[in-house]
């Protein structure tokens, strides 16, 4: 909220409400936490696209790890940064005595929260408001130090694939997710 503030006290960097167009600052995150009543700076807020934004963006004791998606691997270039998306690991294993070795998949890791597609923290939008698909290569993807481990380990063993969630999915299965990795 805006508040009265002594002219003399008022500095340049504040985010002023004579000057300040609120809709610029949608997306953005703080850089350290900011206690109420405290003057908001410019400096205190990444917008996406800004150099820390990712690291500002990521929750307190999680991580930032890259997952290399294919359009077969990656639900066709329609996972967007906020969406949520299980992990699904394909592996060759041996098969059963003289058998021919076998594919299996295993969902390894549930609702985690995708934090950019390839360099990209925001979604893109043509000129009638629409969401643009696009071919991704790489997605960034939020987890625990432990998660992380996992999913580095899991990518050398096999092909990682994205399963897209659904939004209305309970914010309990995350914290099921975490306290399983």
Do not use: C
């Amino acid at each position: 909220k805006f508040q009265p503030w002594p002219k003399e006290l008022v500095d340049g960097a504040y985010y002023i409400k004579a000057t300040t167009d609120l809709k610029s600052l949608q997306g953005t995150v703080v850089r350290n936490a900011i206690t109420a009543g405290q003057p908001i700076t410019q400096g205190a807020l990444v917008k996406p696209g800004d150099r820390g934004f990712l690291a500002a963006a990521l929750g307190p004791g999680m991580r930032a790890v890259t997952v290399p998606v294919s359009v077969q691997t990656g639900v066709a270039g329609f996972v967007f940064p906020g969406d949520r998306i299980d992990l699904v690991l394909t592996q060759t294993v041996p098969g059963g005595g003289d058998g021919p070795p076998l594919k299996v998949a295993e969902t390894i890791m549930k609702n985690l929260r995708v934090l950019a597609t390839d360099q990209r923290t925001t979604t893109d939008v043509d000129d009638q408001g629409k969401t643009v698909v696009r071919n991704i290569s790489m997605v960034t993807i939020e987890a625990t130090p432990a998660i992380a481990e996992k999913i580095s380990v899991a990518r050398t063993l096999g092909d990682l694939s994205l399963v897209l969630r659904p939004l209305a999915d309970s914010a309990s299965e995350l914290d099921q997710a975490i306290a399983d990795g």
